[in-house]
C-alpha cells in the first residue's frame, strides 16, 4: 500500500528493481507526451481530451457528470465545473438536467466531439500498439517477473 514502509529493508532493492521502475515509469511518461502533443496539434487542450474520453467511456448505468470528471480526471469538482463550462461554450459537450433526478447535470458528446475523439483514438491506439512491447518489458521487470536478456537490455 502506498506509504507504508516496507518491512523488506533497503538492501533488500536492488538496483535492478530501481531500473525496472524507471524504465516503467519511462514508458509511461512518453504514452503521456504522445497524448498531450496529439490532442494539442487537434487543436484541444489535453485536460479537455481526457475529459472527452472519460465521458466517452463512461460505463455507468446514467450519463456522466461534472462530478464524474472531477474524480477521474484527479481535479476538485469546482475545476471540473469550469473545464465543463469552457468545453460547452465550445461546443464539445452538452450539459443536459437528468430525467430521473432534475438535480444531476449529465454530460454527452456533442457530435463535433465525437468527430474529433474518434481521430484522436486512433492515433492512441495506434501509439499504444508501438508502445506495448516496452511496456510489458518494462511492468514484467518491475514486478520481478522473468524476462530474456535481450529484454533486459532494452527497458
Known amino acids: 500500500m502506498v506509504g ?3 518491512d523488506r529493508g533497503p538492501d533488500a532493492l536492488s538496483r ?4 525496472a521502475l524507471a524504465a516503467f515509469r519511462y514508458e509511461l ?3 503521456l507526451a504522445f497524448s498531450e502533443a496529439a490532442a494539442t496539434s487537434a487543436g484541444l ?3 479537455q481530451h481526457q475529459a472527452l474520453l472519460t465521458v466517452a ?3 455507468g448505468p446514467v450519463p456522466p457528470t461534472v462530478g464524474h470528471i472531477a474524480e477521474r480526471l484527479l481535479i476538485a469538482p469546482h475545476s471540473a465545473a469550469e473545464l465543463v463550462a469552457r468545453m460547452v461554450e465550445a461546443g464539445l459537450l452538452t450539459k443536459n438536467r437528468g430525467a430521473r433526478d432534475r438535480r444531476r447535470m449529465e454530460l454527452a458528446l456533442t457530435a ?3 468527430a474529433l475523439l474518434l ?4 492515433a492512441h491506439l495506434e501509439e499504444l500498439g508501438s508502445l506495448e512491447p516496452a511496456l510489458l518489458r518494462a511492468l514484467a521487470l ?3 517477473e522473468a524476462v530474456g536478456p535481450d529484454d533486459i537490455r532494452q527497458a
Open 119 to 122: 481521430r484522436l483514438t486512433e
Open 16 to 19: 535492478s528493481h530501481y531500473a
Open 45 to 47: 487542450p489535453p485536460q
Open 29 to 31: 511518461r512518453r504514452f
Open 4 to 6: 507504508e514502509v516496507s
Open 112 to 114: 463535433d466531439a465525437e
Open 142 to 144: 518491475a514486478r520481478g
Open 57 to 59: 467511456g463512461h460505463l
